[in-house]
């Protein structure tokens, strides 16, 4: 079983930036696609960003998409959120997923699905003030 640790979260104003990551137990982590996916309070958790096996490709939400970018180091069992440009809208609790059963041919409506994702993290809170 994959345990999952995020980080790198705090309060930025607004127009700042913060980047998260996510440590993964597992030793076989390449072997997993992965994901961030946020949760406001009251709100649903919503996907922000996914990435393949070795990086090779990556997918964002359109709310996110020029603003956060991806990333992943297999070397350290490790992905990467990078988020530029912060909004107070950003506000969430943010957690990362970990998955095996997306494939190659998975469509980007199952990669930024929550129950596309066996494993998750505990989250790391994000504050942007306005």
């Known amino acids: 079983q994959v345990q999952l640790v995020e980080s790198g979260g705090g309060l930025v104003q607004a127009g700042g930036s913060l980047k998260l990551s996510c440590a993964a137990s597992?030793?076989?982590?390449?072997?997993?696609?992965m994901g961030w996916f946020r949760q406001a309070p009251g709100k649903e958790r919503t996907f922000l960003a996914a990435?393949?096996?070795?990086?090779?490709?990556?997918y964002y939400a359109d709310s996110v998409k020029g603003r956060f970018t991806i990333s992943r180091d297999n070397a350290k069992n490790t992905v990467y959120l990078q988020m530029n440009s912060l909004k107070h809208e950003d506000t969430a609790v943010y957690y990362c997923?970990?998955?095996?059963?997306?494939?190659?041919?998975?469509?980007?409506?199952?990669?930024?699905?929550?129950?596309?994702?066996?494993?998750w993290g505990r989250g790391t809170q994000v504050t942007v003030s306005s």
């Open positions: 997923g970990a998955t095996r059963r997306l494939s190659s041919g998975s469509s980007h409506s199952s990669r930024s699905s929550p129950g596309s994702y066996d494993y």
């Open positions: 597992e030793r076989t982590f390449s072997l997993y696609n």
């Open positions: 990435i393949t096996w070795y990086g090779t490709y990556t």
